[in-house]
């Protein structure tokens, strides 16, 4: 109970994050996806991450960290 309660408020610190920086910081992203994922809510993550691997592009490492998080969150989904 306490684990999904913080992953609650993960997801809503980083919801209110992306607001703030009107939804272009690729790490705010990916902290938001995986807040998402670890709840369950597989699908939202793919399409957050998805924007967080589309906002970089000038990091071919980060880019390619993301993508690699996007790819486990798409096979993940495949599963449901």
């Known amino acids: 109970a306490l684990a999904e309660r913080d992953l609650a408020l ?3 610190a980083a919801t209110r994050a992306n607001e703030l920086l009107k939804g272009e910081d690729p790490s705010v992203l990916d902290t938001l996806a995986k807040a998402q994922f670890l ?3 597989v699908d ?3 399409e957050t991450q998805t924007k967080a691997v589309e906002l970089v592009t000038d990091d071919p490492e ?3 960290m993301l993508q690699e998080t996007l790819n ?3 096979e993940e989904a495949e599963k449901h």
Do not use: T
């Open 10 to 12: 993960a997801e809503r």
């Open 39 to 41: 709840q369950g809510h």
């Open 44 to 46: 939202q993550a793919v």
């Open 62 to 64: 980060f880019k390619a």
């Open 72 to 74: 486990g969150y798409k």
